[in-house]
């Protein structure tokens, strides 16, 4: 590729801000003590486990201090202690080092081909205007991260190297951040460079990357000269006289770069086969300028709010400018002088400040034009062709309104509604129109860029919200809604009053309620949750207790109307509490467990009370969980008794029941001794009477001995069961 004469819009001398220091003095004395300090110090440093950051971290102050470090072969690494092998799992690492130089280079490597990363380090000089970071000559998977650069000249070199990273580093205040020369398959990414004469500067460089990098307020955002097959993507780059240039370059891209705030936004010059695709370039002077571009496309690009013009063609050929978005530019959107077979369609260009395109001859090959055709203006008026600014005569034979729909006002009518809404719409290259109600589509085709209207008939009550979508072959769109609403403003009416109802307590309420509606009733609506309304069918879906419920009852047509009543609810109680009559109960003073028990209920009970022959002995709460009421009869002495439950209800209900209790007197049972009726086989053990059959002494000292026992065992028998 020739070489050119820099002219016009590159012919400016730039001069770099200076960005000079008070220097030191203190810093001589501090080198002698690192130096000494770590003259016996081993260098292996920590193993990275991750190297793929993709943002500059904050500089940490935990750096350790070190002297310069010069490598010139694979071998120093290892002779200098510094951790790994060189291999790309396990690569020599440079780390968590602070390194001061008096001018010089901090860290040096040249003649490689080991895997290595510096990583972590603080770099910096005594001087702003000399010294540098880091140095690469010769050398092959190199890598450098998370870095700090300052007070330097130059952040890093790297010449005649290859495959080299240079990943999420910070540079502050240096003459240049990143120096790249002679070198292929390099990788600059996630980088922070600020107040640089040149941000990122590559020359004579061949497929390398240049990525998600930020720069902001330099002279050179980055410059790139020389070089071949270099994308740029996704940087951000602001504040600089060149934001992005490309100078005598083949085959350079920018994808997807914002630039913002710069003189030239992004400039190629002298280069060949550019590509500029989905960048943002606002706020600039000069949006995207070209000079002498022999070949590229300018495609779907965002270019805005440049004070002077958006895009600028200057004696460039065959460059096709398509799919972009130029508006609201200070000066002219889309400028061409000198310029050729350019070929300019599909794009918005509007709202620009000073004419929306120029197209002058200027040093033009005389019988070759520029071709403008299908582009929307924000000016045009309707005609067949559209005029484009300048001597040369050149015009937009195919020429479109930008996309514009109106907005209709929202619409309220009563049912049944019947009408139409109408849309005034045009388009520059119209393709589609879609007509959607409550989201289903009920019309749509092809459409003719005229006024679109739809009609609606006997629409019932409700919200339909009418949407209408537009799209262009250019890939734009727009939409609007209209919400309609048709209103039913009547409300149901009742077919019978709801009147007031008594129900006894302990029975359930069922009271149908009957109400009718054009559209039918849809719903129902009661204020208290103990009841329910289901079709009609007025219900209580709990318990209710004594007393007067007041209700409000509702009946609802779909569409939110409704009629209202309010009755009362009264629960009575005319019935009797209930109580059983348990048996009388008699039994023997002395015997224990013996209770009156009483079954008892009523839906709202309130209380009891026993009495014992008309003496209150007990009074107590009775409440809806209580069947039964138990009165103990175990301190009862000798008599009869009358018990008496009083059962009293929330209505004063009253309701009684009696018991007798007989509390007798334990009865001693003797039995006798039986003579048997035949004589005994056995000895006589008989004691001798008289004949006269009286007894004699001795017999009647052993029955008296025998009495006296047997009146001992009855009276230990009835101490006994009168202690149970």
Known sequence: MSSRASSGFGGERLQRRSMCRERIPWLFGISIIILLTLSSTNHSLLLETSLEPTTVKEYSQSQVPHFPISISNDADFKKLGFEGNGTKASPYLIRNLSIFTFGKICISIISTSVHFIIQDCELFSSDDDSGTGVYLEKVSNGAVIDCYFHSLSNGITVLKSEKCEIRTNKFVGLGKGIYLYQSLWMTVEGNEITKSGYGIHLSKMDDSDLMMNIITESDYGVLIENSVGIQTWSNEISG??????????????????????????????????????????????????????????????????????????????????????????????????????????????????????????????????????????????????????????????????????????????????????????????????????????????????????????????????????????SGLARSDEVILNVQDTTAPIWDLVP????????????????????????????????????????????????????????????????????????????????????????????????????????????SYEILKDGISVEIGD???????????????????????????????????????????????????TETPSTPSTSPSTESPTQSDGEMTGPDMITLGLIGIGFTMAVVIVLVIVKRK
Not at 630 to 656: K, Q
Request: charged share 20%; proline share 3%; with cysteine.
């Open 622 to 672: 009775w409440s809806s969980g209580t069947t039964s009421i138990r009165y103990s009869l175990d301190d009862l002495m000798l008599g009869t008794y009358t018990f008496t439950i009083v059962l009293i209800d929330i209505a004063g209900n009253i309701i009684s029941d009696d018991v007798r209790v007989i509390v007798e007197e334990p009865t001693i049972t003797e039995t006798p």
């Open 240 to 473: 600089s006289f060149f934001g992005l240039y490309f100078h005598d370059s083949l085959k350079g891209k920018s994808l997807g770069n914002t630039i913002s705030k710069s003189r030239y936004g992004l400039y190629f010059g002298y280069s060949q086969d550019c590509n500029v695709t989905s960048s943002t370039l606002t706020w600039n002077k000069y949006g995207l300028s070209l000079l002498e571009v022999d070949g590229g496309t300018i495609s779907s690009n965002l270019i805005r709010f440049n004070s002077d013009f958006g895009i600028h063609l200057k004696d460039s050929r065959e460059v096709e400018i398509l799919s972009n978005t130029i508006f609201d530019n200070f000066g002219i959107g889309l400028y061409l002088y000198g310029d050729s077979e350019a070929s300019i369609h599909n794009n918005e260009i509007g709202f620009n400040k000073g004419v929306n395109a120029a197209d002058f001859v200027g040093s033009a090959t005389k019988g070759l034009v520029n071709n403008w055709d299908t582009n929307a203006w924000s000016d045009y008026m309707g005609s067949i062709s559209y005029s484009i600014y300048g001597d040369r005569g050149s015009q937009d034979n195919d020429p479109r309104y930008i996309l514009f729909v109106d907005s209709p006002p929202d619409l309220t009518v009563e049912a049944p509604a019947n009408g139409f809404i109408n849309w005034s719409a045009s388009a520059f290259k119209p393709e589609n129109f879609t007509i959607t109600v409550n989201g289903v589509t009920v019309e749509g085709g092809l459409w003719d860029g005229n006024d679109i209207s739809k009609s609606f008939t006997s629409l019932d009550p409700g919200t339909y919200a009418f949407a209408l979508s537009l799209t262009t072959e």
């Open 499 to 606: 009147e007031d109802q008594v129900i006894e307590c302990g029975s359930s309420l069922s009271y149908q309620l009957l109400a009718s509606d054009s559209y039918g009733i849809s719903s129902w609506w009661v204020n208290n949750s103990e009841f329910n309304i289901n079709d009609g069918l007025l219900q209580n879906i709990t318990s209710l207790h004594y007393g007067v419920y007041h209700l409000e009852v509702r009946a609802y047509d779909p569409y939110d109307n409704f009629v209202t009543k309010s009755l009362n609810i009264t629960v009575s109680d005319s019935i009797l509490p209930s109580v059983d009559s348990p048996n009388d109960v008699v039994f023997f003073e002395g015997e224990l467990g013996h209770e009156i028990v009483w079954s008892v209920y009523d839906c709202n009970p309130v």
